[in-house]
């Protein structure tokens, strides 16, 4: 009997299902390399690599425009419910979360490296009320967009 074992595949590998299958019926754990560690509680609970890689660069294409859970869950062939358990099992944060993040990560970029407007740079991220901006930016950074250009 399998108790323990150290495999290298790939994630998108069809062996992969049939280890993870059996992995959940067995109280063991089985480490995958270059992927996570699958264990009987936790098998089938995150996004596949190619799907995750792919979500993440949809999010960072359209990070100007609204991104919708619908779309993204569209993108990997899953229920929007489901999507985004999966999601934040990969990433530890919902895909709202995730794209907040990214957008504010983006906007202190465009705050060094730019003389852009406030206003325009809300616009820029995604963001249509540039309160809302000012709002997100503060709680992911605990400064107003100003402060952090004056600071940098």
Do not use: C, W
């Amino acid at each position: 009997m399998l108790n323990r074992a150290i495999l290298i595949l790939d994630p998108d590998d069809s062996l992969v299902n049939l280890v993870q299958d059996y992995i959940a019926q067995q109280p063991k754990s089985v480490r995958v390399l270059g992927s996570q560690q699958v264990t009987a509680g936790n098998a089938h609970r995150g996004l596949r690599t190619r799907h995750l890689e792919q979500v993440k660069a949809h999010i960072e294409a359209h990070l100007s425009e609204s991104v919708t859970l619908a779309d993204l869950a569209a993108l990997v062939g899953l229920s929007p419910g489901h999507f985004a358990r999966l999601f934040k099992n990969s990433v530890g944060r919902s895909p709202f979360q995730y794209i907040i993040q990214r957008r504010v990560q983006k906007a202190k970029s465009l705050l060094t490296h730019s003389r852009l407007p406030v206003t325009d740079i809300a616009f820029e991220v995604g963001y249509e009320e540039v309160s809302n901006f000012i709002r997100a930016f503060r709680q992911q950074t605990g400064v107003t967009p100003r402060k952090y250009r004056s600071q940098g």
